[in-house]
């Protein structure tokens, strides 16, 4: 505890039907999987295909069992791989996107998928472990929360926080009143892996913040949105929803938060377990009735509920003749507000 350091980062990004940069975090967080779907699914015209409809939800759903497969195999403390650059560049790479978009069979769900093959020699004498029954370890009790912060010269902050299960690992500071996390328990206890357990070394862990830039008439890239999507397993699969309703399907930022969700559980995870069913797609009670017997017969399994999650932002805007304003947002399924002074 004593030689514990926290570390400034450089997050890693991918352009998004060319006008959109999107922002995330490196493993050993799971930013990148939002950035693979990202990649895999500009490889299909979504909008034309239209929200929420079963060939938008098959695809949404494969890319993530696709980019799943990946973050069960390669995710895990960078420091612990001499190749975390070269790995991490080659998985968001627009060229390994278009070979992953090529194994979506359009008329069937996978219920089996292989992680990528590391290109270079160099990457695959990191020891990385080859994957070989599905559980989903989604975050049970409410524990994470998203803040977004953004002041009067331009400056937005993306920040999210989280004890893991329930209180954590019930552990308070004497005198000082917080909570120790618990995030130790998403190693994987199986030598020879990635994310295995070794002194000193970090767990993975689902806790990303987003951000994203955007091109202006003039083609420069400017901040654009600060955002957040809380729940496990659900924060990049909301991550992708929320930039794909916006940018494919021109929903505000407010609309783009409250539109039904899918949520899939049950992909191969850094801890060990290995999706060998397909898992289970939960749709929310926005998506139509003849959509999910649409995916019921590609082989989905599917229930009904409300999704968790929770999704926060601010946008920045340009106001023709008065410069730029903040928008924020805040959606309806678990508690939050959007305030401005």
């Known amino acids: 505890m004593a030689a514990h350091h926290g570390e400034w980062v450089e997050p890693v990004n991918t352009t998004y039907r060319g006008d959109v940069r999107v ?6 967080p799971q930013g990148i999987a939002a950035l693979q779907m990202l990649n895999i699914l500009e490889n299909f015209n979504l909008a034309e295909k239209g929200f929420n409809s079963a060939d938008y939800l098959h695809l949404q759903i494969e890319a993530k069992k696709l980019a799943f497969a990946d973050r069960a195999k390669f ?71 998203f803040l977004t912060v953004a002041d009067d010269e331009g400056t937005m902050i993306s920040l999210i926080q989280s004890n893991y299960e329930g209180f954590g690992s019930g552990l308070v500071i004497p005198g000082l009143g917080f909570g120790l996390q618990d995030r130790g328990s998403l190693f994987n206890m199986k030598a020879g892996t990635a994310n295995q357990y070794e002194p000193d070394k970090r767990p993975f862990h689902t806790i990303i913040p987003g951000f994203a830039t955007k091109k202006d008439a003039d083609g420069v890239e400017q901040p654009w949105m600060s955002f957040g999507v809380m729940g496990g397993n659900i924060q990049p699969q909301g991550h992708t929803q929320i930039m794909c309703n916006i940018i494919d399907f021109g929903m505000n930022p407010q609309e783009a938060g409250d539109a039904a969700r899918y949520t899939h559980s049950g992909s191969s995870q850094p801890t060990g377990q290995i999706m060998t069913h397909g898992g289970n797609t939960q749709l929310e009670g926005g998506v139509c009735a003849s959509v999910a017997a649409n995916l019921t017969g590609r082989g989905h399994s599917l229930s009904r509920g409300a999704n968790g999650g929770g999704y926060q932002s601010i946008t920045r805007q340009n106001v023709e003749g008065s410069g730029w304003s903040y928008v924020g947002a805040t959606e309806m399924r678990k508690d939050g507000i959007a305030a401005g002074y």
Request: no cysteine; proline share 10%.
């Open 75 to 145: 995710y895990a403390d960078p420091d612990f791989n001499p190749s975390h650059e070269e790995t991490v560049a080659w998985l968001i790479s627009k060229e390994y996107a278009a070979e992953r978009a090529k194994l979506i069979d359009m008329s069937k769900a996978a219920e089996t998928v292989e992680p990528g093959t590391p290109p270079s020699a160099r990457a695959l004498a990191a020891g990385w472990p080859s994957t070989a029954a599905a559980q989903s370890l989604d975050e049970k009790a409410g524990d994470t929360m």
């Open 23 to 28: 922002f995330e975090l490196p493993p050993n």
